[in-house]
């Protein structure tokens, strides 16, 4: 992914597309990929980087979702289990199956468990991962040696997805530009442009890395820009009320010692009525998350102190080792485009069903927001097949449904960082041979090189030190003062690969490190 040679050939030829997506998240992604794999001609446009926003903030699950399961909502569960076994079947190196653990401490809670997670696998079909079983109190500890031993009486395991979401995304940017399709990070729309009819034909906007001004035009605009869809849906009609009431989750990533194993804890009911993880992930643990309702929206959202002590508090009381706020090497916090409640609708945000809507207005805006990494593949083909009819388009079925992943690859070893890149990790090995240079780590506690920085300048459009340290390899996420520490070196690495000079490097470290100081407790 080139992104000046992307550019110099879209605008040079006042390019006219079928789709443009504004938004560069899952679910524009996975728009940009079923689209341009039927052979329509796709434009992505992301405001800030791909997967800036909630996409790279989630709590790491491919899943159907337990909790949707005992609120009812078998129809949402059952596609989403789908979704969830067709990510394990076309990106395998990044798609993981994951045992969860739920620890047992009251004598109804394994038959009750069992039963229900049994049902789980039922509705995932042919598609599913693995059976749910009841396991010894021994069992149960040899899986999560750091699960509280006091009163337990065994568990029950069974089997989500885990996965890498800015990974994910990179990957699916790449699966698009492959297919034929423009996807530009660093591009903000400004303005939408109407016919004389009043129907939207184009888009004014703005590439943020250079300042140039572009107009492109289209036969349909896909609004899918998550928490911030609202924003641009005002812009085609000031008087829009809005769809979406964002809500936030907050993580903390801890040490892999608070659970001992290679296997995820389930804790089924906080104090709040949610549900709680602790997932094994890059060789850290990711422990959340929270539910809190906002009434604004931004790029860089920062977790409550409520928030933190909450799941401080919760995981504390299932784990031998409490973690306390010292243990924390990073905190982030991401917003959910949840459905905006009418004023009859009491519940809370909890409670709001997470599947996916999609609006049309006057003009022919289409905007999709709601649902979850997991089914981010199904929104995206309902999108575009909404697209179709809406820009009088010549009809071409979805293939998305067994379309191979960038990267794609069943031969992986997870034990270093490399297998996020799948089938591209010769080639990142290639480059250390070919300059020893960059065989050298970026931190002596981490396996992120030189190299990888080099590739996802050259390969993956990384346009900044953050673009790098928090979604091309994830140091910001698991370790937000070693990501700080290291900021020099990668900023000086990207200006030689970018041309850039030594004021753009002193602003870059400095940016960074305000960024980060928001990711340490």
């Known amino acids: 992914?080139?992104?000046?040679?992307?550019?110099?050939?879209?605008?040079?030829?006042?390019?006219?597309?079928?789709?443009?997506?504004?938004?560069?998240?899952?679910?524009?992604?996975?728009?940009?990929?079923?689209?341009?794999?039927?052979?329509?001609?796709?434009?992505?446009?992301?405001?800030?980087?791909?997967?800036?926003?909630?996409?790279?903030?989630?709590?790491?699950?491919?899943?159907?979702?337990?909790?949707?399961?005992?609120?009812?909502?078998?129809?949402?569960?059952?596609?989403?289990?789908?979704?969830?076994?067709?990510?394990?079947?076309?990106?395998?190196?990044?798609?993981?199956?994951?045992?969860?653990?739920?620890?047992?401490?009251?004598?109804?809670?394994?038959?009750?468990?069992?039963?229900?997670?049994?049902?789980?696998?039922?509705?995932?079909?042919?598609?599913?991962?693995?059976?749910?079983?009841?396991?010894?109190?021994?069992?149960?500890?040899?899986?999560?040696?750091?699960?509280?031993?006091?009163?337990?009486?065994?568990?029950?395991?069974?089997?989500?997805?885990?996965?890498?979401?800015?990974?994910?995304?990179?990957?699916?940017?790449?699966?698009?530009?492959?297919?034929?399709?423009?996807?530009?990070?660093?591009?903000?729309?400004?303005?939408?442009?109407?016919?004389?009819?009043?129907?939207?034909?184009?888009?004014?906007?703005?590439?943020?890395?250079?300042?140039?001004?572009?107009?492109?035009?289209?036969?349909?605009?896909?609004?899918?820009?998550?928490?911030?869809?609202?924003?641009?849906?005002?812009?085609?009609?000031?008087?829009?009320?809005?769809?979406?009431?964002?809500?936030?989750?907050?993580?903390?990533?801890?040490?892999?010692?608070?659970?001992?194993?290679?296997?995820?804890?389930?804790?089924?009911?906080?104090?709040?009525?949610?549900?709680?993880?602790?997932?094994?992930?890059?060789?850290?643990?990711?422990?959340?998350?929270?539910?809190?309702?906002?009434?604004?929206?931004?790029?860089?959202?920062?977790?409550?102190?409520?928030?933190?002590?909450?799941?401080?508090d919760q995981a504390g009381q299932y784990l031998e080792l409490k973690p306390t706020r010292k243990d924390v090497l990073s905190v982030f916090a991401g917003l959910r485009p949840l459905a905006a409640p009418t004023q009859s609708d009491t519940r809370k945000t909890k409670e709001i069903s997470r599947s996916h809507k999609i609006y049309k207005s006057k003009s022919g805006l289409l905007t999709i927001t709601g649902g979850k990494w997991t089914t981010y593949r199904e929104m995206a083909e309902e999108a575009v097949d909404r697209s179709i009819a809406l820009g009088n388009l010549v009809p071409r079925l979805c293939v998305t449904k067994t379309l191979k992943v960038h990267g794609y690859s069943t031969n992986t070893d997870d034990s270093t960082w490399d297998y996020v890149y799948g089938s591209d990790a010769k080639k990142i090995n290639l480059l250390k041979q070919e300059n020893k240079e960059y065989a050298q780590l970026l931190h002596k506690d981490y396996t992120f090189t030189v190299a990888h920085v080099v590739w996802a300048v050259r390969e993956e459009m990384a346009q900044t030190v953050e673009d790098v340290l928090a979604r091309r390899v994830r140091l910001l996420f698991l370790d937000a003062r070693v990501a700080a520490e290291v900021a020099p070196m990668v900023a000086s690495i990207m200006a030689k690969e970018l041309c850039k000079d030594r004021n753009w490097e002193e602003e870059q470290i400095t940016e960074f490190r305000s960024l980060a100081k928001g990711y340490i407790l």
């Open 1 to 312: 992914m080139d992104r000046n040679e992307l550019i110099k050939e879209t605008c040079k030829k006042n390019f006219t597309c079928e789709i443009l997506v504004i938004g560069g998240g899952a679910t524009g992604l996975g728009v940009a990929v079923d689209a341009a794999s039927r052979g329509y001609n796709v434009i992505l446009l992301e405001q800030s980087d791909f997967a800036k926003g909630t996409s790279s903030r989630s709590t790491k699950l491919v899943h159907g979702g337990v909790r949707y399961l005992q609120q009812g909502d078998i129809q949402m569960v059952v596609g989403a289990l789908h979704e969830r076994g067709r990510m394990r079947q076309n990106a395998p190196h990044l798609v993981k199956d994951m045992r969860f653990i739920i620890g047992n401490y009251r004598w109804w809670e394994q038959p009750f468990y069992t039963i229900g997670l049994s049902l789980y696998d039922l509705l995932a079909g042919r598609l599913g991962l693995g059976r749910s079983l009841p396991l010894t109190k021994k069992k149960v500890v040899n899986e999560i040696p750091g699960l509280k031993k006091s009163k337990l009486r065994g568990g029950v395991v069974y089997h989500d997805g885990q996965f890498d979401d800015a990974r994910l995304a990179i990957s699916l940017a790449e699966t698009a530009v492959e297919h034929g399709a423009v996807c530009l990070n660093y591009v903000k729309v400004d303005k939408l442009l109407k016919n004389p009819e009043g129907k939207l034909n184009g888009v004014e906007a703005t590439d943020l890395i250079h300042g140039e001004k572009y107009t492109f035009n289209t036969k349909v605009i896909i609004n899918a820009t998550g928490v911030f869809v609202d924003d641009i849906m005002k812009i085609d009609n000031p008087e829009t009320k809005n769809k979406v009431r964002p809500s936030q989750g907050i993580h903390l990533v801890v040490d892999r010692k608070f659970l001992g194993g290679k296997s995820a804890l389930m804790i089924p009911k906080t104090e709040d009525g949610r549900v709680l993880f602790g997932v094994p992930w890059h060789n850290k643990v990711v422990l959340g998350t929270t539910d809190t309702p906002l009434n604004n929206h931004c790029l860089e959202p920062k977790a409550l102190e409520e928030e933190i002590d909450f799941v401080l």
